[in-house]
T-cell receptor, first 115, second 109 residues
């Protein structure tokens, strides 16, 4: 069966510090991968998605970036965190089915607090 | 525009059925309707999806209106563990989901 891992579970970082969040998927090949952010009390905002190694699409301009160095690894990074980067970061994967039947499976999330 | 409209919150009692409505009046003929739910402090989880006809699975039922401009997620017998934010999403086949604010469901014991 497929499993998705995210770490760390919680993170407290000072403003201006770098960020690296990692997501890995087990039990499937060539998944679509997604990064979402959820600010406190808000809905989910899609940040990046990837349909293959090295292929990243950005949905919202910001000071974050994403990379996919391996098939089942997705990394979210920032060179300098802002206060507004605080939130609950969720990674998800899907099979990439066309036609509107694709289902996304979410990881446990990383709760980031920028002070 | 992948917008759907849901009530901000609903409340129900344990062991009673719950009907969560969703309006998607601008839906096109090929857009699927997906429902996800998010329990407190967790990532969303898939509940059900459908296109035209009603759908059932172990978690819930999805009733889609004949004109497809609205749908209803049905929890047949709510438990306290069903308290969550429920999201109704139009999937336009772009392999991306646009989450709205959802409906916060409270279950009373």
């Amino acid at each position: 069966s497929q499993t998705i891992h995210q770490w760390p579970a919680t993170l407290v970082q000072p403003v201006g510090s770098p960020l690296s969040l990692e997501c890995t998927v087990e039990g499937t090949s060539n998944p679509n991968l997604y990064w979402y952010r959820q600010a406190a009390g808000r809905g989910l905002q899609l940040l990046f998605y990837s349909v293959g190694i090295g292929q990243i699409s950005s949905e919202v301009p910001q000071n974050l970036s994403a990379s996919r160095p391996q098939d089942r690894q997705f990394i979210l990074s920032s060179k300098k965190l802002l206060l507004s980067d605080s939130g609950f970061y969720l990674c998800a994967w899907s099979l990439g089915l066309a036609g509107g039947t694709d289902t996304q499976y979410f990881g446990p999330g990383t709760r980031l607090t920028v002070l | 525009d992948a917008k759907t409209t849901q009530p901000n919150s609903m409340e129900s009692n344990e062991e009673e059925p719950v009907h969560l409505p969703c309006n998607h009046s601008t839906i096109s003929g090929t857009d699927y309707i997906h429902w996800y739910r998010q329990l407190p402090s967790q990532g969303p989880e898939y509940v059900i999806h459908g296109l035209t006809s009603n759908v059932n699975n172990r978690m819930a039922s999805l009733a889609i209106a004949e004109d497809r401009k609205s749908s209803t997620l049905i929890l047949h017998r709510a438990t306290l563990r069903d308290a969550a934010v429920y999201y109704c999403i139009r999937d336009q086949g772009a392999q991306k989901l646009v989450f709205g604010q959802g409906t916060r469901l409270t279950i009373n014991p």
